[in-house]
């Protein structure tokens, strides 16, 4: 039996491991949403600093700011299992309607759920959308600068069919029914789980597409989990 989702919720489902300088920033910037209808689902992948330390603090002071009770789940994994894992189990756990991807290093424009929630209400053929983003550098960040490699309508399944990748795995938001359909992203590309995840998408015949507009803020840093793969942004 499918999974009750709720209508209009939209889960942003974060994973972290050791972000304790970024989490307050990622956790600020869905709180700030003008899209009201949420819920966080913070999945800790068993850090090693004062990550769970910082949130639950942020927890506290913003509370009073929500505009309804139990929007913030805060989760510790009692040992480390990785990046599928960790975001398995935020989906797992998500309520909504809607699926929204944040990673914990990053953070969303104000803007960034309500255009989501509004395009996929506007085309119902599509049941993952993505956006165009900014990266910048944890040294820099006033030097933002617009990813060019993103890609729009049918040239997306062109690419992935390729083995190329042109939807930024943070800047996603899908219909839960699709997760609870496909599943998430497995342990057997390492690395490139979120490429892995858009082209089951794809292989299932979801709709699939990006916004144009920037609706998302990607920190490049040297611990970044993508570093150790490759540069362009993945996940």
Known sequence: MAKERIEGLVSVVITNFNRAAYIRECLDSILQQTYENWEIVLIDDASTDHSVEVAREWLEESKRFFPRENQVLIHELPRNIGFSGAINVGHYLSRGE????????DFSHILRLSRQVEYLKNHPQIDLVGTNYYAFSADHPEKKQLAGWIK????IRKVYGNGGHCVCHGTCMFRGRLFDQIGGPTRRIEGAEDYEFIAKALNARAGVNNIAEALYYYRTHAE????????????
């Open 224 to 235: 970044q989990r993508s570093a150790h793969y490759y540069r362009k942004k993945g996940g």
């Open 152 to 155: 729009y309508g049918d040239d």
């Open 98 to 105: 809607f699926i929204a991807i944040q990673d914990s290093d």
